[in-house]
């Protein structure tokens, strides 16, 4: 196969669609937050499948039938007034510097080939702790962008994250923004160790304020619920070993 393979699964007519990414990375976030729309929106139609070399060479397995791995998207006509979406998501990223850009140039092509002018990337912004409550923090290709964000709670943060956005997520920005479109990376806050449905919830509600669509979350409250008590655990695992260790120090000391 070719380093790149689009495949055009169904032709679809959308209404001023916007390309939304959700790639696996930090927490999940942005993963979680597309197939959780791709979960609501029940009436999404798989549109594109996206083949690299630069993925990892292995295929999935579904009740013993397998696929090459792949980036897919799909179409969501969305009720009322607001735009149609076009939501990425898939199973891996690229492995190499040199496919992270490939593959953002080719999901760009596919945006680009439904006349696509709104790029959101999602994902997760690490705070090395537990968050309560995460707030999202946003990135732009545009200045102009800012305002509205900031009206719907969106946060711009001096310095953060930190060292900047990387793969598909940063360059859908970067390289989307050289294209002419209105590029817009939201991260929600999370630790960074567990997958955050509750982070992802965040970012969605941003995406609601911003594209006036509705979803609900009572699949994503469940998964943040049950996460909440695997961190619970953690902790109380890691104070039972910092107790020993406390013990210890103490009986080595006297």
């Known amino acids: 196969m070719d380093d790149i393979e689009i495949e055009t699964v169904e032709e679809v007519s959308l209404s001023d669609p916007v390309f939304i990414e959700g790639l696996p990375g930090v927490g999940n976030v942005g993963k979680l937050a597309v197939e959780h729309l791709l979960e609501e929106f029940e009436e999404s139609t798989l549109v594109r499948r996206i083949y690299a070399d630069v993925f990892p060479p292995q295929v999935s397995i579904d009740d013993g039938v397998t696929e090459l791995t792949h980036a897919a998207v799909y179409a969501v006509e969305t009720p009322g007034e607001g735009p149609d979406l076009l939501l990425l998501t898939g199973d891996h990223q690229a492995q190499s510097n040199e496919g992270h850009y490939h593959l953002t140039d080719a999901?760009?092509?596919?945006?680009?080939?439904?006349?696509?002018?709104?790029?959101?990337?999602?994902?997760?912004?690490?705070?090395?702790?537990?968050?309560?409550?995460?707030?999202?923090?946003?990135?732009?290709?545009?200045?102009?962008?800012?305002?509205?964000?900031?009206?719907?709670?969106?946060?711009?943060?001096?310095?953060?994250?930190?060292?900047?956005?990387?793969?598909?997520?940063?360059?859908?920005?970067?390289?989307?923004?050289?294209?002419?479109?209105?590029?817009?990376?939201?991260?929600?806050?999370?630790?960074?160790?567990?997958?955050?449905?509750?982070?992802?919830?965040?970012?969605i509600e941003v995406l609601q304020d911003r594209l006036d669509f509705s979803v609900g979350f009572e699949s994503l409250e469940e998964r943040a619920e049950e996460m909440k008590e695997v961190a619970a655990k953690i902790q109380e695992m890691q104070q039972q070993q910092q107790g020993i260790a406390s013990d210890d120090d103490l009986r080595y000391i006297g």
Request: charged letters at 20%.
């Open 107 to 203: 999901f760009l092509d596919v945006a680009e080939s439904f006349d696509v002018e709104q790029v959101f990337a999602l994902g997760g912004v690490p705070t090395g702790e537990l968050v309560d409550e995460p707030s999202v923090l946003g990135a732009v290709a545009n200045a102009s962008q800012r305002d509205e964000l900031e009206d719907a709670g969106v946060e711009f943060r001096e310095g953060e994250p930190a060292g900047g956005i990387v793969g598909v997520s940063g360059l859908l920005l970067g390289l989307g923004g050289r294209r002419g479109l209105d590029a817009t990376c939201l991260m929600g806050e999370t630790s960074g160790y567990l997958v955050d449905p509750q982070s992802a919830q965040v970012v």
